[in-house]
Structures are given as structure tokens and as C-alpha cells.
């Protein structure tokens, strides 16, 4: 899925270190969303369907590493 990053916002999480090694995520389109590295704002960003996204978060917030 090819994200255009010009006019989109990009958040990061309440819980980013102070040192910005973190991902951004933004909702660049109404059924996408996109994660990049914050150390490298002009580099490529990653496109995810909501369902995914969210399948993600629900596994990353469980514990689960392995995923």
C-alpha cells in the first residue's frame, strides 16, 4: 500500500522515551494506517488495513513477542 507522507500527521505514544526511538503512526487514508520510524521521517513508512493494525496492537499489548 503506497502512503503519501506530505500533508499527513504523525503521532507517537504518551509512552516514547525522551530520546525519540520510538515508531509514529498516522491515518494518512479512512482505511489505512501507516507506521514509520521517528529517527527517520522522510524514510518509508509502512501500510497497514485497520483490522491489522489493531490485531497488532491487541497482540503487542497481550505480552505476545512472538508474533
Known amino acids: 500500500m503506497a ?3 506530505g500533508k499527513t500527521t504523525w503521532r507517537k505514544s504518551s509512552y516514547s522515551l525522551a530520546h525519540g526511538d520510538c515508531v509514529e503512526v498516522a ?3 479512512p482505511l489505512s494506517i501507516a507506521v514509520r520510524d521517528s ?3 522522510q524514510g518509508p513508512s509502512l501500510g497497514f ?3 491489522a493494525w489493531s490485531a497488532f496492537v491487541v497482540t503487542v499489548g497481550d505480552g505476545a513477542r512472538d508474533i
Open 49 to 51: 488495513t485497520p483490522g
Open 3 to 5: 502512503i503519501q507522507q
Open 39 to 41: 529517527k527517520d521521517p
Open 27 to 29: 491515518s494518512p487514508l
